[in-house]
């Protein structure tokens, strides 16, 4: 990987969804690892902590995303039981 920020990896990273409601443990692993990350970018800004934030955005942002669909399936399988079809 390059040395210098990509546009995207910056997007990545600012849009980390850090405040999500969900009991998943791996989205919390995630989120603490990412918390971790920022933090030690932000103490001491180098290539390595910036590389290491972008990764621990990408994992949080993929735990996110289960958590949704997760959360989609669950919706969908209480309509489908309050409708009466199996």
Do not use: C, Q
């Not at 009991?23 to 690892?33: E, H, L, P, T, W």
């Not at 955005?57 to 079809?85: C, N, P, Q, W």
């Amino acid at each position: 990987m390059a040395n210098t920020a990509t546009l995207a990896d910056v997007k990545l990273v600012l849009s980390a969804p850090v405040h999500i409601h969900t009991k998943r443990s791996g989205y919390g692993k995630a989120r603490v690892a990412f918390v971790s990350a920022r933090t030690k970018f932000m103490d001491r800004a180098a290539a390595t902590t910036w590389t290491d934030t972008v990764e621990a955005a990408r994992r949080l942002h993929a735990e996110a995303k289960r958590a949704d669909r997760e959360r989609e399936a669950a919706a969908s399988r209480a309509a489908t039981d309050e409708g009466g079809e199996a």
